[in-house]
């Protein structure tokens, strides 16, 4: 991918075919990121057993038609965490352009919680997206990781409540 933040979502910046980041039993990179809240937090400090952790933003139809449903996960779920990492805009435009620097990212993620009243806790990815990019830059991405920091679902692009179904099953 020419650069992280483009000004225009194309198909051709991403390779289906050969998608990186963390497997299934692999562990799952750690970042010291800031939250939405000013806080500095490790993204694998979590607590239960399991942490679901979805890549989105704003400009995202797919993350946001889904979020509803997976901000409940948390509350319904003993034992999961749930998390935000906010990375780039997946879709940015005339309303809401790429950023162009950390203050622009920290704007957008914080209209989750101001104007969508989203509940979970929304990391910021630096706005190289390291972490994102550890993760695999795919868009829509959401990685289920368990106490030890292993990946047991990874990259997968869930279906509305598929990640509830996968987590009571292993809760």
Same mark, same amino acid.
């Given at each position: 991918?020419? %650069?992280?933040?483009?000004? %225009?979502?194309?198909? &051709?910046?991403?390779?289906?075919? +050969?998608? @990186?980041?963390?497997?299934?039993? %692999?562990?799952?990179?750690?970042? !010291?990121?800031?939250?939405?809240?000013?806080?500095?937090? @490790?993204?694998?400090?979590?607590?239960? %057993?399991?942490?679901?952790? !979805?890549?989105? @933003?704003?400009?995202?139809?797919?993350?946001?038609?889904r979020r509803p449903?997976?901000?409940?996960?948390?509350? $319904?779920?003993?034992?999961?965490?749930?998390?935000?990492?906010?990375?780039? !805009?997946?879709?940015?435009?005339?309303?809401?352009?790429?950023?162009? +620097?950390?203050?622009?990212?920290?704007?957008?993620?914080? #209209?989750? $919680? $101001?104007?969508?009243? !989203?509940? #979970?806790? =929304?990391?910021?990815?630096?706005?190289? &997206?390291?972490?994102?990019?550890a993760f695999g830059?795919?868009?829509?991405? =959401?990685?289920?990781? +368990? #106490?030890?920091?292993?990946?047991?679902?990874?990259?997968?692009?869930?279906?509305?409540?598929?990640g509830g179904i996968?987590?009571?099953?292993?809760?």
């Amino acid at each position: 991918m020419p %650069e992280y933040n483009y000004d %225009e979502f194309s198909t &051709g910046d991403y390779d289906f075919n +050969n998608v @990186s980041g963390p497997m299934v039993g %692999e562990k799952a990179p750690d970042f !010291e990121l800031k939250t939405i809240d000013g806080d500095i937090q @490790s993204l694998l400090e979590f607590d239960g %057993e399991f942490l679901v952790l !979805e890549m989105g @933003s704003i400009t995202c139809p797919l993350f946001q038609s889904r979020r509803p449903v997976m901000e409940t996960l948390g509350h $319904k779920i003993d034992g999961v965490s749930n998390a935000i990492l906010y990375v780039r !805009e997946a879709h940015p435009g005339a309303n809401i352009p790429s950023h162009k +620097n950390f203050e622009d990212k920290i704007a957008c993620a914080s #209209r989750l $919680k $101001k104007t969508d009243g !989203e509940t #979970r806790i =929304v990391f910021v990815d630096g706005i190289e &997206g390291h972490a994102h990019q550890a993760f695999g830059s795919m868009p829509n991405a =959401v990685f289920i990781i +368990n #106490r030890n920091g292993c990946v047991v679902i990874g990259g997968a692009i869930l279906g509305h409540g598929s990640g509830g179904i996968v987590l009571s099953r292993a809760a």
